[in-house]
């Protein structure tokens, strides 16, 4: 098993520009969820999805969206890209939700760059 | 608001000395905590959760509610232990809320 996979590694985009970053969870996991984190920072929550819906959001503006498909790959799309928005993206899978399976399972994350 | 904290973005100690992460936290209710790991070049880790009150490579964390703190101790540093530490709070179902991390480096 290859663990939760994240496509692509490394991107730079220039501001303005919309950005798609993916992620494959660990087979037989059903929710997916994406952090930011900045540099010198710990990563940040931004969504949380479980059976292909919304189960929770941060503190992030509307720029930034995302889904999960039936196969409960999912995506984080960022619009109006900023300087700000350069971070590393991790996606985290798990089982389930709920405390009892609260184990989150990270991929290694894509460096995003904004010019 | 949940929060928590890493007073040490830096911590370094010699081989065999013991070692002290802190890491407070501030939560409205029962709360579940984590520590995750991420060694150089590979991805963030579950290290060990309170609710298991395990030991993993040695290291114990015990939720102290009257101080609100989760600090992660090990009694005798190895030079592998060093590596960033992430302390985490868990909100709701599935958010996790991290602390600002602190970096181990364990001197030969």
């Known amino acids: 098993d290859a663990g939760v996979t994240q496509s692509p590694t490394h991107l730079i985009k220039t501001r303005g520009q919309h950005v798609t970053l993916r992620c494959s969870p660990i087979?037989?996991?059903?929710?997916v969820s994406w952090y930011q984190q900045v540099l010198g920072q710990g990563p940040q929550f931004i969504f949380q999805?479980?059976?292909?819906?919304?189960?929770g959001r941060g503190n992030f503006p509307d720029r930034f969206s995302a889904r999960q498909f039936p196969n409960y790959s999912s995506e984080l799309n960022v619009n109006a890209l900023l300087l700000g928005d350069s971070a590393l993206y991790l996606c985290?899978?798990?089982?389930?939700?709920?405390?009892?399976?609260?184990?989150?399972?990270f991929g290694q994350g894509t460096r995003l760059t904004v010019v | 608001a949940q929060r928590v904290t890493q007073p040490e973005k830096l911590l370094s100690v010699f081989k065999g000395a013991p070692v002290e992460l802190k890491c407070n936290y501030s939560?409205?209710?029962?709360?579940?905590l984590f520590w995750y790991v991420q060694y150089s070049r590979q991805r963030l880790q579950l290290l060990l959760r309170?609710?298991s009150r395990e030991s993993i490579k040695g290291f114990t964390a015990d939720l102290n509610k009257g101080e609100t703190s989760f600090h992660l101790k090990k009694p005798f540093a190895q030079e592998e232990d060093s590596a960033m530490y992430y302390c985490?709070?868990?909100?709701?179902?599935?958010?996790?809320?991290f602390g600002q991390g602190t970096r181990l480096t364990i001197n030969p």
């Open positions: 985290a899978s798990s089982l389930a939700q709920g405390r009892l399976n609260t184990e989150a399972f």
């Open positions: 087979s037989g996991h059903k929710s």
């Open positions: 999805y479980y059976e292909k819906e919304e189960r």
């Open positions: 939560y409205s209710g029962s709360p579940e």
């Open positions: 309170h609710i």
């Open positions: 985490a709070l868990l909100q709701g179902a599935q958010k996790l809320v």
